[in-house]
């Protein structure tokens, strides 16, 4: 085949996160974060509340536990109309465990706008022990289940929230590359 | 004449695999032309198909069944996360049971046969010598979950793809023999997902085309392509999980051992509809080649001399032969002094 193509290099499956727009035709506008750092959230929450009045807007402080997220979130949404749009910050990991919960919740993705990630830290599997690592900030990165230097793959599991990581250095295990910080 | 699989041969350590002459005959060689690039190159597995071919059936059965299963229960034994299947994926398994088991007592009576009594159903695999009663649909009246009861039965990997919302997404499947991707990692994909590595098919649009085909398969019109890597060693199971095993056999070759190590990894893709849950079943059978077996035949050693030569950049690191890609085509020039 000789149909010339643009090469784009990045691994597709990373997610790419966009502006965020208020959906103010929905009837209930939530906010979510695991706390009360995020400046952008917190300017589109009054930014809203000023459009479609406070009694319209719900603020959650919602755990980055996974198990309390799912019982905190059943409690806080139980209750929400169908029209209802929901906006979250975080890191990246607490946002995608956000969305998969609700979706489990009976949410649809489109309902669901994520922020940009407030970190470039990211939560990592190993390929080789399946240990899930949280704050990742730089690849290479030792594995703390069992002790390889794993690259860390710009490949995304959403379903995870999580970036794969696979030994650098198995060709030949003499090469320790040096830390980079990661984008 | 189909050959009987009696030999019990190694995927690891000794490496004692080989191919008879009738393998190398019927081995998939997947370069129908002098350059390589990625195309959709899906087509009917219409069945059956050519006389002794890898096509004649809907799941070859050859030679190296007894030494795959063998390797298969040895990977699964060290990890068995290697076999998944999501709860919502429990009648696609049964499907899969169903379609494998029937298709295999057909097609191979001397070695499987099937007697369904109602949902009473009596399987007999003869080659590994496996013999069980159950009750179809009934998980717990198999020694095992569905998705490994049969997988251990079956040469090749199996994934079982769930569609919904217009996207394929890898919900079950057995893993042990890919070429380089973790089934744990990627379980509950979609499509695009879990191809996200894959460099320049997406820009081609080729992501977009295929997956509207494979979503429009009917039941019973089966698919099939061909994939293709290079494996240093006979090792089926090059998975990201045992990379640090065998990441260093590229560093083991020479211009005198390169034709005997590198085999030809050609993945027989085929992708069924099942007919109670809509899942997708893909099936992905490995063959395994070495060079030097594959030059035996001039047509063959010649076209992949040229491939090789001109395989772009991004598939040659992709593939990961960066290391070893030019004393490969080196050592083919031998057969292609015009080029």
Redesign the interface.
């Given at each position: 085949?000789t149909?010339p193509?643009?090469?784009?290099?990045r691994?597709?499956?990373?997610p790419q996160y966009g502006p965020v727009k208020l959906q103010t035709s929905q009837q209930q506008q939530v906010f979510v974060s695991a706390d009360a750092n995020s400046a952008t959230l917190q300017q589109m929450f009054d930014e809203c509340t000023d459009i479609v009045g406070p009694d319209r807007c719900l603020w959650l402080t919602i755990s980055a536990d996974k198990a309390t997220m799912a019982t905190e979130l059943a409690t806080a949404t139980a209750a929400l109309p169908v029209a209802t749009a929901i906006y979250v910050s975080g890191d990246e990991s607490y946002m995608w465990d956000v969305r998969n919960t609700l979706i489990r919740l009976g949410f649809a993705p489109e309902q669901i706008q994520m922020l940009a990630p407030l970190s470039t830290a990211r939560r990592l599997?190993c390929?080789?022990c399946?240990t899930v690592m949280e704050g990742v900030t730089h690849t290479p990165h030792k594995c703390e289940g069992c002790g390889?230097l794993l690259l860390v793959?710009?490949?995304?599991?959403?379903?995870?929230g999580s970036y794969?990581g696979?030994?650098i250095n198995?060709?030949?295990?003499s090469e320790i590359p040096a830390p980079e910080a990661l984008s | 004449m189909r050959i009987a699989p009696t030999k019990l041969e190694t995927f690891r350590d000794d490496f004692s695999y080989t191919n008879s002459d009738f393998a190398i005959e019927r081995f998939p060689f997947p370069f129908p032309q002098d350059d390589y690039?990625?195309?959709v190159n899906i087509e009917p597995h219409t069945l059956p198909g050519p006389v002794d071919s890898v096509y004649e059936h809907l799941i070859d059965v050859d030679e190296h069944y007894l030494s795959e299963m063998r390797e298969r229960s040895l990977v699964l034994e060290e990890m068995p996360?290697r076999c998944l299947a999501m709860p919502h994926m429990e009648l696609a398994c049964w499907d899969m049971i169903d379609r494998c088991m029937t298709t295999m007592a057909e097609d191979y009576p001397e070695w499987f046969s099937l007697t369904k009594n109602g949902d009473q159903w009596h399987w007999h695999n003869k080659l590994l010598k496996i013999e069980d009663t159950f009750t179809f649909g009934d998980s717990s009246t198999l020694p095992m979950p569905p998705m490994e009861y049969m997988g251990r039965q079956v040469q090749g990997d199996f994934a079982l793809l769930d569609q919904r919302d217009g996207d394929l997404f890898m919900d079950a499947g057995v893993v042990t023999c890919p070429a380089d991707w973790?089934i744990?990692?990627?379980?509950?994909?979609g499509f695009?997902?879990?191809?996200?590595?894959v460099?320049?098919a997406?820009?081609?649009g080729i992501f977009d085309r295929a997956l509207k085909y494979l979503c429009a398969i009917p039941v019973n019109r089966p698919v099939r392509r061909l994939n293709w890597t290079l494996t240093v060693n006979a090792r089926m199971d090059t998975s990201?999980?045992?990379?640090?095993k065998?990441?260093?056999d590229?560093?083991t070759l020479t211009p005198e051992n390169i034709g005997k190590k590198i085999y030809l990894r050609v993945e027989l893709q085929m992708m069924d509809r099942m007919p109670r849950s809509n899942a997708l079943m893909m099936s992905i059978r490995t063959y395994l080649a070495s060079m030097e077996d594959l030059c035996s035949n001039p047509e063959w050693a010649r076209r992949l001399h040229r491939v090789m030569k001109g395989l772009p950049q991004?598939l040659v690191e992709y593939k990961g032969l960066t290391?070893y890609h030019p004393m490969l085509v080196e050592w083919l020039s031998q057969f292609d002094p015009v080029n």
């Open positions: 085949m149909t193509v643009e090469i784009d290099d691994v597709k499956s990373r599997f390929t080789h399946y390889e793959r710009d490949h995304f599991s959403t379903l995870m794969v696979v030994s198995a060709e030949d295990p | 690039m990625y195309s996360k973790s744990a990692f990627d379980a509950g994909m695009k997902e879990w191809h996200g590595p460099p320049m997406n820009e081609m990201p999980e045992t990379y640090s065998w990441g260093s590229r560093t991004p290391r």
